[in-house]
């Protein structure tokens, strides 16, 4: 092992000869070279934090402390006004220290490369508008790692912003206000790149996740739960990966705007159940799939407005509201092989055209039958109902839901087809749910 | 009084041993019983009952009473010749028609739920159904025993009675989706909340849906609903509402029985 320190020296070393133009003595600079390397390396320096040590506060560490130096805190409660991290540090907590911010400041702020924090519990940063106080804030970073911490009760969790290549890992973040306008972001992260977001808890803040200008990251395994607006919200975060979340009894769900290229697959979308809540809403996305995930009991599993060549397959949908809301602006998306068990409505359109595909769907509802025996019903079916095209263009007719009229018409509608798009069919619905 | 009971308990001893009556209750009970194996939903399953319900009982309850007040008119014609009130007559046959029709929807779904979804039963949702069939049945015997007491005609009086059901189930519906789509620009809420107060089927219909949390679905207008009905006012106007549709068509049926020449 070298330290950092010596392969910086021996660089600059190298450097100022060949600039100095004793090309001859390159052998030399490779002697200096060698006998640097044979130094026996400086371990980089751990220090500990502690009401019993010498160093009382981890701000008076920081000063004291080199790149690539440990800091070990005890367990404890650190008063310490905003802590500003300048130096490529690891900051590890033993037993959870608290790191408070009274109500008043910023936590923490991180503002050099390679950081590492671990095993802390933040809490009560302040709430404030201008400088939108977080726990943790990562500014114009590279290769930072936080994990294992607890976040309680501050405005904003994790707040990165035109970070590169971080690692958020099995943080465990929850907020209490009651208010949107009040609270802040569980994670949120602006103009980053290359980020990987996995297995965090997230609950009570305004957004779980929140993303804008991300590309090319990955968020895995995250629980986002009972989170005032959106557990998950992102906008214009091209190419970015979501798998294997939870995303459970969010006020309005997960909002997806204004991308392309993202990949949603085995997630859970559960209970987001209210007068405007989506399972999955997306506005402006193309290009992208939606696979494997499981929507259940959301008063609207999917929305698509302004959609195009999205394809979703492999989903599970039950006991939703509406499964899929599918505006008009929507165009060439692909639904298919899944599996759609008793939602009030399948599919709702306001449109009398459809330039969407449905294919080899199951349908609880589907009533048709099977004749060559090849798992595909014979007659298509058609999963929009006339009284869901009633209700898209005229909200108040939902009272008569479940009226025996309504049921007639239904029927009526889905013999001779009149206002129900014509071409909005599946013909080849599966006859029995995919395992 | 006791003349009263004696009548009504003669009634209910004659109907119960009707095949029709018995019909009812098994029907109930099949259609429990294939609801509960079919779904594992539990508000599902109280969702289906409550639309069959809402659908059959009253179908069921107006052609049965016109069909039993015509087929009695011997019977009536024999006590009226005895020293009996015309108007306890008249509500002894009223109760002893509607207290076993009740029963036998209560029997029908409730044995099935006992012995197989036991969760079921505390369910609040439930009870409402409970009392939406007690509504409906009551509501619509009285307007049964109104339209044959009114007509002598029995295929009139039948046919009359089917149209009543038409209306009240689907017509009234249709009528309302037509002034829903008129009228679109306007903030229609309140008025709706008004026009479903009126109909009994719809607003048993209302008021259930709405406990089983689909109010949701409906957005805004789902809210409106909601806080009317949820409210002492909505809830003491809606039970009002369904009161005043029983007693009204049975005092203008008790006093058309009254001065009636048989």
Redesign the interface.
Known sequence: MLSQNGIKYCRTILHNLLLMGYQKSISVSLLIIIFFLSIPVIPAKSFLVGSNNYFKTIQSVLTAAQDGDTILVEKGVYKENTLIIKKSVKIIGLGFPVLSGENKYEIMKIKSDDVLIRGFLFKDSGINFIYDNAAVKLDSVKNCIIEENIFSNNFFGIYLSRASSCKILNNKLEAFNTKETYSGNGIHLWQCRGMIIKNNKINGHRDGIYFEFVKNSEIEQNQSEANLRYGLHFMFSDSCRYAHNNFTKNGSGVAVMFTKNVDMHNNRFEYN?????FGLLLKDISDSKIYRNQFLKN?CAIYFEGCNRVNTFENNFA?N??AIRLMANSMDNIFARNNFI?N?FDVSTNSTRSYNSFEFNYWSEYKGYDLNNDGFGDIPYRPVKLFSI?IE??????????????D?LNVAENIFPSLTPKTLLDIKPKMRKYL | MKILFKIILYQIHDISRSRWILFYTVFYLILTYGLIQFSNDQSKIILSLLNVALMIIPLVSIIFGTVYLYNNKDYIILILSQPIKRNILYLGLYLGLVIPLVLSFFIGTLIPLVFLSRDILFQIPLLFLFITGLFQTSIFVSVSFLIATWNDNKILGLGLSIFAWLLFSVLYDGLLLLMINVFQNYPLEKALIGFSILNPVDLARILVTLKLDVAALMGYTGAVFQKFFNTNLGTGISIFSLTAWTIIPLIIGKAKFSRKDF
């Open positions: 159940w209210g007068g405007a809540a008063s006991e509201g509406t008793s009030s009633i263009k005229n909200r108040p007719a939902l009272i008569l839901l479940r009226s025996l009229f309504v007639i």
